[in-house]
């Protein structure tokens, strides 16, 4: 089964937006390659295989729109322009290059993440299926096994372990959860631990612990066998 984070392909010249948009699909759990330029990007594509590309238009050397015609496009990579030209023909340009989507800067991160899940989804290319050690969680039929038995979760209790799953090696703070599972942050933290040791009784009725306590942080998920920490 698929368990691949998404792969992004990042090519900006601009350090800082590179750094801004590259910590922040990260900590979405995606995996970025970002570049500076074309330079070298057919091997770059060849060893990553991206499933989506961002491409900065205006690039030193060749542009993004000769890279997603000349690399992207005979690779069935998707490709989201990002670029400061926001006139109709600089779009039309765009899309026939092979563009799936055009950002215009500035732009919030937020806006491009959004836009990216858009275009994977379309194109079939976000993962739906995840394992860790003998969990294994699929979004998209919002089943979830351990040990090959199906786990009996409730739809809150699933939303919870699939954000922990999606993030996982990584601590979210209750407010995190909060807000990523039940919409909201201005409400009891408690209900967290309530949903997290329901989920965790459930999660151990076959197997060792994989959803961990970090003392004053939050929770994480991580495989049995990379060890526990000491809070549980």
């Known amino acids: 089964?698929?368990?691949?984070?998404?792969?992004?392909?990042?090519?900006?010249?601009?350090?800082?937006?590179?750094?801004?948009?590259?910590?922040?699909?990260?900590?979405?759990?995606?995996?970025?390659?970002?570049?500076?330029?074309?330079?070298?990007?057919?091997?770059?594509?060849?060893?990553f295989r991206p499933d989506i590309a961002v491409l900065d238009v205006m690039l030193p050397g060749e542009d993004g729109m000769s890279l997603a015609r000349r690399v992207c496009v005979p690779r069935d990579v998707p490709v989201v322009f990002v670029t400061a030209r926001d006139d109709i023909d600089d779009r039309l340009s765009g899309f026939a290059a092979g563009a799936d989507d055009y950002v215009v800067k500035p732009f919030a991160v937020e806006e491009l993440l959004v836009r990216l899940r858009a275009v994977l989804r379309r194109s079939g290319r976000t993962p739906q299926v995840v394992e860790v050690d003998d969990l294994v969680v699929d979004e998209s039929a919002s089943v979830a096994l351990r040990g090959g038995a199906q786990l009996d979760l409730t739809a809150t209790e699933f939303r919870?372990?699939?954000?922990?799953?999606?993030?996982?090696?990584?601590?979210?703070?209750?407010?995190?959860?909060?807000?990523?599972?039940?919409?909201?942050?201005?409400?009891?933290?408690?209900?967290?631990?309530?949903?997290?040791?329901?989920?965790?009784?459930?999660?151990?009725?076959?197997g060792p612990r994989l959803v961990h306590t970090v003392r004053g942080l939050g929770y994480v998920l991580r495989a049995a066998s990379a060890g526990t920490d000491r809070d549980g």
């Open 1 to 47: 089964m698929p368990t691949a984070a998404v792969r992004v392909l990042l090519v900006e010249d601009d350090p800082l937006i590179a750094e801004s948009v590259t910590e922040a699909l990260t900590d979405t759990g995606m995996v970025v390659r970002a570049r500076p330029d074309g330079r070298g990007l057919d091997e770059v594509v060849e060893q």
């Open 160 to 206: 919870l372990l699939a954000q922990l799953v999606r993030y996982r090696g990584r601590t979210l703070s209750k407010l995190q959860l909060l807000t990523q599972v039940w919409g909201y942050e201005h409400y009891d933290q408690n209900l967290v631990e309530v949903h997290v040791s329901a989920l965790r009784r459930k999660l151990e009725e076959h």
